[in-house]
């Protein structure tokens, strides 16, 4: 067996197991000695299923050796975010009021990544109840950046991102509400996607719980990876619902944006590494006038979308936060101190949506660029975003 190398992807990783030079045995060892030297400082996870990973990696190994491969997740750690249902495991929301709450059933999203033979090795800690942007309010304690602890996680997925961004998982299962994937994705380096509203199934998030109908409206399931490529396998196993891709799409350059120096000179370099690419590009509007949590006539705008803002182009590239990541002392006391200005949009209207990592600033912390596809385009969105990657290569985190 050859050894694991921690930058590696999950296409590479999967093709090694398959092929039996990489065992899932030692792949998930590696993640769990990872998570227990890293997670006592940057808290990525509330509960860990050491054993029942290993396991899952033993009984991935047999059938692999017996021929019985299921496709690209089989034998890959991943994470799942706090909010979903897992059976016979606490599901907490990050909450006082849910820490002892353990359901019987695994949520849709989850049953699937078990059946495309996925590891799952623990829970990843969140902004308690999903109510805030900073993963620093917490029944389990803040989330930290694992770029720079004096720095948000983001939120509210935050320790999905800080787990995947320190090598502690391949991937996680999140959801995102206003930008609660995208947003800690851009601050911690990696890659966050939400699809069209239904793509991937959000039954089984807190099962039973009384919910708020604006939340149940605007949330969406989402996934956190280190590279597009990895999230387009990892949506392929979990969607339900059916999406599109266009080949050479149309680029509309948002330009009713607000950015700081440092993000605007990222972005600008991103469309120009986008037009070095052939797209044709047109100047657009991202539709930031939108009700956000007034969904009375939500289903209605979201049909209407399409002829409204995608007449003449196919996605919209804006960055996925207008300023850099803030500092923890900062943030304190302010649920909602990273803005979800440039995000919310997407949920409200059910659009595919993607945050990659596209430069730093000048404190050396990750900056993230969106991709906002038309409904159902999903495919279209994470393609380019497969492209910008391989055009505009970035630096990644790296933990000895």
């Given at each position: 067996m050859?050894?694991l190398?921690h930058s590696e992807g ?10 039996r030079?990489?065992?899932?045995v030692?792949v998930?060892?590696s993640?769990l000695e990872?998570i ?9 996870f509330?509960t860990v299923?050491a054993?029942q ?12 050796a017996?021929?019985?491969w ?12 706090d909010?979903?249902?897992t ?5 907490t929301a990050?909450?006082k ?5 353990v359901p019987?059933q695994?949520a849709?999203a989850?049953a699937r990544l078990?059946?495309?033979g996925?590891?799952?090795v623990?829970?990843?800690?969140m902004?308690?109840?999903g109510?805030g942007t900073?993963?620093l ?10 770029w720079n602890?004096e720095?948000?996680a983001?939120?509210?997925?935050g ?7 320190a ?7 999140d959801t ?10 851009a601050?911690?380096?990696v890659?966050?996607?939400k699809?069209?509203?239904?793509l991937?199934?959000?039954t089984?998030i ?5 919910s708020?109908p604006?939340?149940v409206a605007?949330a969406h ?11 387009s396998?990892?949506?392929k196993?979990?969607?339900e619902?059916k999406?599109r891709l266009?080949r050479r ?10 950015p ?10 991103a469309i ?5 690419l052939g797209?044709?590009?047109k100047a657009?509007q991202a ?5 956000g949590?007034d969904?009375?006539?939500?289903d209605?705008d ?5 002829y ?6 196919d996605?919209l590239?804006?960055?996925?936060t207008?300023?850099s990541?803030p500092?923890v002392k900062?943030a304190a006391g302010?649920?909602l101190?990273l ?5 919310m949009?997407a949920n409200?209207?059910g659009l595919p949506?993607?945050?990659?990592p596209?430069?730093?600033d000048?404190?050396g912390?990750?900056?993230g660029?969106q ?5 159902r385009?999903d495919?279209?969105?994470?393609e380019?975003a497969?492209?910008?990657e391989?055009?505009r290569p ?5 933990h000895?």
């Amino acid at each position: 067996m050859t050894k694991l190398d921690h930058s590696e992807g999950i296409r590479d990783t999967s093709e090694r197991i398959r092929a039996r030079a990489l065992s899932p045995v030692s792949v998930v060892t590696s993640c769990l000695e990872r998570i227990e030297q890293l997670n006592p400082t940057l808290n990525c996870f509330i509960t860990v299923l050491a054993d029942q990973a290993l396991a899952q990696a033993r009984q991935a190994e047999a059938e692999i050796a017996d021929g019985r491969w299921r496709g690209p997740l089989h034998g890959i750690p991943v994470g799942i975010k706090d909010f979903y249902d897992t059976a016979g495991i606490r599901t907490t929301a990050g909450s006082k009021q849910f820490e002892q709450r353990v359901p019987t059933q695994d949520a849709v999203a989850v049953a699937r990544l078990k059946q495309a033979g996925a590891v799952i090795v623990g829970k990843t800690n969140m902004h308690e109840l999903g109510m805030g942007t900073t993963s620093l309010v917490s029944r389990f304690g803040p989330v930290r950046n694992p770029w720079n602890s004096e720095y948000i996680a983001g939120g509210s997925s935050g320790g999905s991102a800080a787990a995947v961004a320190a090598g502690l998982c391949y991937a996680t299962l999140d959801t995102d509400a206003i930008g609660s994937c995208r947003l800690p994705a851009a601050c911690c380096g990696v890659v966050g996607f939400k699809g069209t509203y239904g793509l991937i199934s959000t039954t089984g998030i807190l099962a039973g719980e009384k919910s708020e109908p604006a939340i149940v409206a605007l949330a969406h399931a989402a996934v956190t990876t280190r590279a597009a490529e990895d999230t387009s396998l990892v949506v392929k196993a979990v969607a339900e619902g059916k999406a599109r891709l266009t080949r050479r799409p149309t680029i509309g350059v948002v330009t009713n944006i607000k950015p700081t120096q440092s993000v605007r000179g990222m972005f600008d370099a991103a469309i120009e590494a986008l037009r070095s690419l052939g797209h044709p590009m047109k100047a657009a509007q991202a539709p930031f006038e939108n009700p956000g949590f007034d969904v009375r006539n939500i289903d209605a705008d979201r049909k209407a979308i399409a002829y409204r803002v995608f007449q003449n182009v196919d996605v919209l590239v804006l960055p996925t936060t207008n300023a850099s990541t803030p500092t923890v002392k900062s943030a304190a006391g302010k649920p909602l101190a990273l803005s979800a200005e440039n995000t919310m949009f997407a949920n409200y209207f059910g659009l595919p949506a993607i945050s990659i990592p596209c430069g730093v600033d000048a404190k050396g912390l990750p900056l993230g660029l969106q991709i906002v596809g038309k409904p159902r385009e999903d495919y279209t969105v994470l393609e380019l975003a497969t492209q910008l990657e391989a055009a505009r290569p970035v630096d990644r985190l790296t933990h000895s």
